[in-house]
T-cell receptor, first 117, second 111 residues
């Protein structure tokens, strides 16, 4: 089954304890992206990647790191989590293209709810 | 100015009503347009791609107006199950082919 898998789905942690949220897709998509969603603010992009070893900052990259060593994986790293990073996180992927034939249609993971105390 | 803007709502409509949402985008070079549906605390899921000629899927109709740079979603004969947040998504061809989300429009269909 074509899917994007995020782990963990739920996590409660404490300030300063490094954590990684993994994201893996089995569709050979070039594009992958991380978003956070907070009440009243919609989806905000953290980082995105157009292909292996190519990553770029989104709207809210502060406090986060990513890597894209393999096409299928795009982990989100919080080196020193803080309470303002408490949020619902989504990973998504798609084929890239100008338009048509499924290009740019995002498939989302089920989300990771992170609480930083 | 935001890349993509939507009226956040909420839209509260009775069952059977017709409701329309608009979404404006800032980049005239954009070529891919989508509507996603998101249920509370779930991941967004593709509702429809939006094509230049407009497209229809059952009770849902999507339109693109390039001259005025907006896309629209029309829902006819609203059902209770249509209650959700509707997100518009537009790609950006300036440099990288990134995708931009609107903040979403909340729809509640009332019995």
């Amino acid at each position: 089954e074509a899917q994007v898998t995020q782990n963990p789905r739920y996590l409660i942690t404490v300030t300063g304890k490094k954590l990684t949220v993994t994201c893996s897709q089995n569709m050979n998509h070039e594009y992958m992206s991380w978003y956070r969603q907070d009440p009243g603010l919609g989806l905000r992009q953290i980082y995105y990647s157009m292909n292996v070893e190519v990553t770029d900052k989104g709207d809210v990259p502060e406090g986060y790191k990513v890597s894209r060593k393999e096409k299928r994986n795009f982990p989100l790293i919080l080196e020193s989590p803080s309470p303002n990073q408490t949020s619902l996180y989504f990973c998504a992927s798609s084929f890239l293209g100008l338009a048509g034939a499924g290009a740019n249609v995002l498939t989302f993971g089920a989300g990771s709810r992170l609480t930083v105390l | 100015r935001k890349e993509v803007e939507q009226d956040p709502g909420p839209f509260n409509v009775p069952e059977g009503a017709t409701v329309a949402f608009n979404c404006t985008y800032s980049n005239s070079a954009s070529q891919s347009f989508f509507w996603y549906r998101q249920d509370c605390r779930k991941e967004p899921k593709l509702l429809m791609s939006v094509y230049s000629s407009g497209n229809e899927d059952g009770r849902f109709t999507a339109q693109l107006n390039r001259a005025s740079q907006y896309i629209s979603l029309l829902i006819r004969d609203s059902k209770l199950s249509d209650s959700a947040t509707y997100l518009c998504v537009v790609n950006d061809l300036t440099g990288a082919n990134n995708l931009f989300f609107g903040t979403g429009t909340r729809l509640t269909v009332i019995p």
